[in-house]
Structure formats: structure tokens, C-alpha cells
């Protein structure tokens, strides 16, 4: 009983998580800077230093940005007259299919690396998996408290970093929002 319960919170959070992403949401700092910047900090910190894992770290930044270029096909910006506290404009952001395509991506490249690191997974693992990253996607602070293997960390960032940097070529205000005060 306890797994279906669960199971199905499981299935919710999934479904609010990707029905965020047909709405427009407003681009914040915190989100395309600072989990971003924590997440290369982390890396930084958990890497253990040598060539094959330099090769392995390549890698994974060039399946972050293939990924993180997929996601932004779709995304629709919507910019406002409106500005922050801080004076910078407030932009928003409809994600759609490929962002959320490219979040499970992510999720599954996560999984297939922990494999390849012959660190083998059972199912309830990977479930368990799912539910922390979807956690970390509805609560900024799990995020944080959250202790991930350096490749997750760089998987992550580099997916963060990569699609923020795309969204910015796309529109150079998005620079605006997310700048320092």
C-alpha cells in the first residue's frame, strides 16, 4: 500500500512538474544562475581528478548542451513592460514538449551513466531517482540539500548553462533579467 501511495504522488508530481511548462512562467535569477553555479561547485568538489574522467566530463557537457538545444526549440518567450524590484525587465517563458522531452532526457542520461559506472540500479532506485528529481524541480531548497555522484552535478549544470546561454542568443534581454541588481 505504501508503494502505491507512493506511486501516486510519484505520477503527480510528474504531471504538475510538466504542465508548468505549457504555462508562462517568469525567468528568475535564482533558477538560470544560482542552481546553476551550484551545480559546477559541486561538481568541482566531488570530481575525483584524472584523465578518464576528464574524457567521461567532455562527454556528458556535450550531451548537456545537445540536450539542453533540443529542449529550447520549442520554448516561447513573452516579454512584459513590467519590471522587477530591481529594476531589470521581467520576461517570461513557455517551455512546451521539448523542454520537458529533454528533462526526462537528462533523468535517463543521469541513469545510464550511474549504470555504465557499473553502480547498478533496481527498479524501486530508479523510481526513488525520479521522485528526487522531480522534488528538486517543485522545491528550490531539496535542491540544495541533495547529495548527487560529480557527473549529475556536471550533467545538470551543464544542461542549465547551455539553455540559458541558447534562450540569451535568442533574445539578449533575457541577460537583462537574470544580471546582477
Known amino acids: 500500500m505504501d508503494h502505491l501511495i507512493s506511486y501516486g504522488l510519484l505520477i503527480v508530481g510528474v504531471i504538475y512538474m510538466c504542465s508548468k511548462s505549457f504555462k508562462f512562467e517568469k525567468i528568475t535569477r535564482f ?14 568538489v566531488n570530481m ?24 529550447q526549440l520549442q ?23 521539448s523542454y520537458v522531452i529533454g528533462w526526462f532526457l537528462v533523468f535517463a542520461f543521469g541513469i545510464i551513466i550511474q549504470i555504465l559506472g557499473s ?7 530508479i523510481v526513488a531517482e525520479l521522485g528526487e528529481e522531480i522534488q528538486k524541480d517543485l522545491f528550490a531548497w531539496k535542491f540544495f540539500s541533495n547529495q548527487n555522484a ?20 535568442r533574445d539578449e ?9
Open 75 to 97: 520554448t516561447e518567450l513573452q516579454v512584459t513592460d513590467d519590471v522587477d524590484k530591481h529594476d531589470r525587465p521581467i520576461i517570461k517563458i513557455k517551455r512546451n514538449w
Open 31 to 44: 533558477s538560470w544562475v544560482v542552481i546553476p553555479a551550484y551545480c559546477v561547485i559541486m561538481f568541482a
Open 150 to 169: 560529480w557527473y549529475i552535478w556536471l550533467l545538470s549544470g551543464a544542461n542549465v548553462i547551455s539553455y540559458t546561454t541558447l534562450i540569451i542568443k
Open 173 to 181: 534581454r533575457v541577460r537583462q533579467v537574470i544580471r546582477r541588481r
Open 119 to 125: 553502480h547498478e540500479l533496481s527498479i524501486q532506485e
Open 48 to 71: 575525483s581528478w584524472n584523465k578518464y574522467n576528464l574524457i567521461e566530463a567532455g562527454l556528458i557537457i556535450v550531451i548537456g548542451w545537445l540536450i539542453a538545444y533540443f529542449q
